[in-house]
């Protein structure tokens, strides 16, 4: 049976977050959440790309880069300052077992291990999305940038309980222990949500794929995943598509507009409508 799957801006209480994507700032909502509240969180935060130019192919069209307001911040202290209040929240929503995702380029992922470290989270994996169908250097003046990290971790030391599904992981490696270098395309061709006009209503949509294996690694059947930076929704997709519960929060209602068709239309595909 399709769930009816909703914007809130406000709640009450946690029984009305399940299921639902938050339109809202994550720091202020997350503050609102009691202790202990979800089973995963994965996270993909700004990157603070702070490009510098606009970037052009060899045949002079323009490329797509990452130049959302979103994305900016006012130096690495100001960007620092952000991840430690998402952090920090997160530290405290989550639950005891509880672990936590967070997706990072070479802008962003060292600033953030580090900030995760110093407040006390246990890294388990570091994991290496290599992509199979990266954008080239157009200027040839550095390597070709084919990989984004993954940080995984429990919240202290401590914790030993928390659920990774071996079995499971090696039925997604040919029988074989899952290693931490994962193969997937970066989101594109009908996956990739586009506007009337044809263009992408997201500038950093992640491939569905990814998340499911996330979502399959390290979730139960019912377990509540949080996604305090949702997008277009694609963590919330994953979750639902695997029988787990979601509570997604996005600042921009445009995405969580778009992210509410995407349901509905997974829902179709789902009931052959
Ligand atoms: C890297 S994108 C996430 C993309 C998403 N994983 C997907 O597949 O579509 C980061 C998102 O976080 C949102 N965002 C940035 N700061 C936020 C905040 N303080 N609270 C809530 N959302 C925020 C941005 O609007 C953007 O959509």
Known sequence: MNIDIKKIKSFNDESEIINKIIVGDC??????????????????????MQLQNELYRPNNTKVDGVDDEWDKFNGFEHYDEFSKAWLRE?????????????????????????????????????VHWIKSN???????????????????????KK???????YEEMKKHNYGKQMRNDWYFAICNGAERLKDEKGVKVHSTQ?????????????????DLVFDPFGGTCTTGVAAYKHG???TMVEKDENYVDWALKRFKNFQNQLTGI
């Open 90 to 126: 997160a530290k405290r929503v989550l639950k005891k077992n509880g672990t936590i995702w967070v997706i990072g380029s070479y802008h962003n992922i060292f600033r953030v291990g580090n900030i995760m470290q110093d407040m006390g989270y246990w890294i388990l994996n570091d």
């Open 27 to 48: 720091l202020e909502v997350m503050k609102k959440i009691k202790d202990n509240t979800f089973d995963i969180i994965f996270a993909d935060p700004p990157y603070n």
């Open 206 to 222: 992640k491939p569905l794929p990814l998340l499911e294996r996330i979502v399959l690694a390290s979730t139960k059947k019912g």
């Open 134 to 156: 990266p954008m080239p250097n157009f200027k040839g003046v550095r390597l070709t940038n084919a990989s984004e990290t993954l940080v995984w971790a429990v919240k202290d």
């Open 159 to 165: 914790v030993k309980n928390y659920t990774f599904n």
């Open 244 to 246: 787990r519960n979601f």
